[in-house]
């Protein structure tokens, strides 16, 4: 089992950034590739990014640029870096830990956390 709490949401303006981290515990973190979802009100959660164990990063076409994903193996810490935030990022971010055989799709992940808030005003 791995245990995943995401934190560092919260709410802020159109351009700003905003760090959200997600601490693991359990079972060996540097062994998954660690992904981050999001869920907007009203829509299906879908992919933002992910990062395999040895650093190789993967972005969503709509965060690419903007969003840095980087982990922390001796911390068991993943991380999401969000740059020049729109109000259509607001979204319930989770992180999650699964395989690297599609990684883009929620299917590959065993565990998720339960998410943490993000809102953008205009």
């Known amino acids: 089992q791995v245990q995943l709490v995401e934190s560092g949401g919260g709410l802020v303006q159109a351009g700003d950034s905003l760090r959200l981290s997600c601490a693991a515990s359990g079972r060996t973190f540097s062994g998954y590739v660690m992904g981050w979802f999001r869920q907007a009100p009203g829509k299906e959660r879908e992919f933002v990014g992910a990062?395999?164990?040895?650093?190789?990063?993967y972005y969503a076409d709509s965060v690419r640029g903007r969003f840095t994903i980087s982990r922390d193996n001796a911390e068991n810490t993943l991380y999401l870096q969000m740059y020049s935030l729109k109000p259509e990022d607001t979204a319930v971010y989770f992180c999650a830990a699964g395989r690297l055989t599609g990684l883009r799709y929620e299917g590959a992940y065993d565990y998720w956390g339960q998410g943490t808030q993000v809102t953008v005003s205009s």
């Open positions: 990062i395999t164990w040895t650093g190789s990063a």
